[in-house]
């Protein structure tokens, strides 16, 4: 087999660059680990800025997302027991964020792969990448029984954190920034109406809470828990008492609630690899960052990262040139880091952390006033949270 561009991972990273790389005639074959639906199962973000949105519009995905997706111009800040609005529109002059879920956005980039009738071996096992150090890399896996050999002139690693790619450079080749913090996010979903028709984030001094949506029905809800905690024991009531007890007055009057449909539990981690390319090899997404979700800035960032390779690749193809992929990772870790900063800041002032005494609430108690009586502080948040600009 042979092909342009190997990509490994058919998730949102993986399968909007085959779309990207499709649309400028560049062949790309997608490697997947699990199946379809496995891939479709896993529940994870909700928040689209406008350069994904853009992006998605831009390889023919976005019907759906503009029909289905849920505009939002401002969400609540809910601490010291009152909400306040963060005007994301007026304050970044009218900006605004796109909630459509991550599962969604991947259904519909699946169906377009589909119906342009290109090449993704789901369920493929035992993948390794080989000699991406010289002009001639190529992929071996298991598919279907038999074993394979993708010949190719690329290696696309959209294989998330846990992946093939990043774990195969030699050592010291890449150099690994973390942190990892000490609690996670146990989320819920269920079909019950939405508390409020935007975005709550709440800082309670019993820990984080999230409110968010999937639309008019389906409801997302997070909670800070010690790592220590088991999903299976958490049941639907205990979840939602602990709920009402993070919320304000107001909201925990609206709550509905219901069966859950999902009940997980996600680690918090700052990470970055650096840097995002090793001759022919280059990681995209979760394989070469992860933040911690309360800036809603993992998928995003991911978009923005293809888009780059894309570009690199494109203009190596069609022009031989290859400026675009020797600029790829500074281009994307400049923004990237951004990124970072934003959701570890953001994380730092919404969560309880253990062992940081009384004088720790007090001090983001004071931020989070500072944050919603000045302007200028105000737009600081509300211009990272609907994207820095491409
Ligand atoms: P993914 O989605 O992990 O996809 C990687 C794919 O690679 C496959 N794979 C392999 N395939 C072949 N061979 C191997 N050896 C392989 N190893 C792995 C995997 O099966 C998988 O299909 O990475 P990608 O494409 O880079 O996408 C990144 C995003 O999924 C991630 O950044 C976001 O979900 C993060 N995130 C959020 N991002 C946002 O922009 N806005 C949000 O509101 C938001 N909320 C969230 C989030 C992540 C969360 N969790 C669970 C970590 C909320 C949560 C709770
Ligand atoms: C979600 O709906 O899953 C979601 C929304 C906002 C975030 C994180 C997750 O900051």
Redesign the pocket.
Known sequence: MRTQVAI???????LLLGQLLHRAGVDAII????SADY?LSRI????LEQVTTDLLDEVGVGRRMHQEGLPHTGFDLLFAGERHRIDLHSLTGGQQVMVYG?TEVTRDLMAAREAAGLQTMYQ?SD?SIHDFDTATPHVKFQHGGQWHTLHCDFIAG???????CRASLPEGAVTEYEKVYPFG?L?LLADTPPVHHELIYANSERGFALCSQRSATRSRYYLQVPLSDKAENWSDEAFWDELRLRLDPSAREALVTGPSLEKSI?PLRSFVAEPMRFGRLFL????AHIVP?TG?????L?ATDVKYLSSALIEFFQERSAAGIDHYSQRCLQRIWKGERFSWWFTSLMHQFPGEGAIAQKLQNAELHYLVQSQPASTVLAENYVGLPL
Not at 8 to 14: K, L, N, T
Not at 44 to 47: I, N, T
Not at 158 to 164: A, K
Not at 284 to 287: L, N, R
């Open positions: 490994i991972g058919a998730g949102p990273s993986g490697i997947e680990r699990q891939v994870r973000a909700g928040v991550q493929a993948v959209c294989d998330g954190f846990h992946g093939v996010w989320g996600a995209a997404g979760d394989a979700p809603a800035k993992g998928l995003n991911a």
